[in-house]
């Protein structure tokens, strides 16, 4: 059995922002549509290493996509100079059930959940947006902000905020550098989360915190929220105000009001309930519910990182991969 083995630096050469996020647009079309089958995750707690493990598998046949993604969070290997988010992808041949391919799933994650903050961006957030504030500095950062800036290139300023002040600094500099030439943004970092959400037009969270990462009441009119850190029961880094008083609410999947604490927090406080979700964005996607109808509408959308994602981005790189003799064959 042949095995195409892909790293990071073959994975870029072959694949853009714009083929991600297109990848990601024909995925939730396809969830939607009833088209793949998506088994909710699986997560092993690792609690003597304050870590999780997850496996995120499905089959999307109009894709030709099979595969399941190994993939864990450790949040202390921030301090060890190493990704909190580790991850393997495992890509089968679904005409054989044969593995054709490795590639590095920490990569594919942050591409894919990148690009699926950007798809909902591009469909929800205000065409003459300016200012975009990304709250949290980890390792799916440089990609969230890659993807928003894809389909709103107009935007001037990115505010990047982090609970280390050093680590914000950092992050500004190296987004300018990573981006000169390719985006006219301005970087700066905010000392504070409401100083990064002040005036923001998108507003990005990426964090895997237990509590609001910042005050809903400063949201402006008219701004759109993507809410991409919490993908377990115990992380809600939205504040309830939010999904309140949001004039439309859009998640990835369904998936969503089983793993976020975003939704379950809230619901099962009794002051919201997911009859006041808009839809899935999938769905806005097949034009069967509506989207932004006014510059006045706050919209929010939340992630939680559906397999289906994985498993069609995944399988279009290899593709792209194939077609372009790129990365190292091994032999099992």
Known sequence: MKILVLNERDMRSVFTMKDAIQADKDALALHAAGESNIPLRANLDVPEHNGQSLYMYGYAAKANALGVKIVSTYPDNINKGIPS????????????????????????????????????????????????????????????????????????????????????????????????????????????????????????????????????????????????????????????????????????????????????????????????ITGELGALINGSIIGRESNDEITFFETTGSAVLDIVTAQRIYEKAVEKGIGQTIEL
């Open 85 to 276: 988010v580790p991850a393997t992808m495992v890509l089968l041949n679904s005409e054989t059930g044969e593995t054709c391919s490795f590639m590095d799933g920490t990569y594919l994650t942050r591409v894919r959940t990148g690009a699926v903050a950007g798809l909902a961006t591009d469909l929800l957030a205000r065409r003459d947006s300016k200012v975009f504030a990304v709250i949290g500095t980890g390792g799916q950062a440089p990609g969230q902000i890659e993807a928003v800036l894809t389909v709103r290139p107009e935007i001037e300023l990115v505010k990047v905020y982090d609970l280390n002040m050093e680590r914000a600094k950092e992050a500004a500099a190296q987004m300018t550098e990573f981006f000169s030439g390719k985006f006219p943004a301005k970087f700066v970092a905010s000392q504070t989360a409401a100083e990064a959400v002040d005036g923001a037009d998108i507003i990005t969270t990426i964090t895997i915190s237990k509590n609001p990462v910042f005050d809903g009441r400063l949201v402006k009119k008219g701004a759109h929220i993507n809410g991409v850190g919490s993908y377990t029961p115990e992380l809600s880094e939205i504040d309830e105000y939010i999904l309140i008083n949001a004039d439309k609410v859009y998640i990835d999947t369904s998936d969503a009001l089983e793993e976020s604490g975003d939704f379950i927090k809230p619901i099962e406080k009794g002051i919201y309930s997911a009859d006041r």
